[in-house]
């Protein structure tokens, strides 16, 4: 390629040299650029790995809230519940007692009407303490379903990620 006096010996070998100089100024250019660039990925990567963490603490401090909400409810559903079914009870055995005085039992009374009276006071008493629990359990569970509502409006919005937690956790 070389002539004698150490250049070369053609305008071709005169274009390689020229374009294997060029091809090393470019190969410089690309190490400063990766030199330049390679602390701003680091840098993203960081912020990446640290927004990650900023959410997973995020949802899972909104886990915590939503279970302490749903646990203070349930406390005073059940408060509601208790004191709902000991007045039902309270009216229900005062009802039972004035319907008993006002009831005049003739003498003689058969021991089987007896026992048809008891019975239809207990079923009476019976279905009016299963229509209060249901009427009661049944406010409770509107706001759980109202919840139930909400997830489901945005689920397809959630990552895989988010979803799973959410079916683990119910």
């Known amino acids: 390629?070389?002539?004698?006096?150490?250049?070369?010996?053609?305008?071709r070998d005169a274009l390689i040299?020229?374009?294997?100089g060029d091809i090393g100024v470019l190969l410089g250019k690309a190490d400063e650029l990766n030199r330049t660039v390679?602390?701003?990925?680091?840098?993203l990567q960081q912020a990446q790995a640290e927004t990650l963490a900023a959410v997973e603490r995020h949802a899972n401090s909104q886990k915590l809230e939503l279970h302490t909400v749903a646990e203070q409810e349930k406390a005073a559903l059940e408060k509601?519940?208790?004191?709902?079914?000991?007045?039902?009870?309270?009216?229900?055995?005062?009802?039972g007692g004035r319907m008993a005085r006002k009831l005049e039992r003739p003498p003689g009374l058969?021991?089987?009407?007896?026992?048809?009276?008891?019975?239809a006071i207990a079923l009476v008493a019976s279905l009016v303490g299963i229509v209060g629990t249901y009427w009661l359990y049944g406010r409770g569970l509107e706001s759980e379903?109202?919840?139930?509502?909400?997830?489901?409006?945005?689920w397809e919005q959630l990552d895989e990620k988010t979803q799973a937690r959410i079916e683990r956790a119910f």
């Open 17 to 20: 040299l020229e374009a294997l």
């Open 145 to 154: 379903a109202a919840l139930g509502r909400a997830v489901m409006a945005v």
């Open 110 to 119: 058969p021991p089987w009407k007896q026992a048809a009276i008891a019975l």
């Open 38 to 43: 390679a602390p701003l990925v680091a840098a």
């Open 1 to 11: 390629m070389d002539n004698e006096k150490g250049g070369p010996r053609t305008v």
């Open 80 to 95: 509601h519940l208790y004191t709902a079914v000991a007045k039902a009870a309270k009216e229900l055995e005062q009802a």
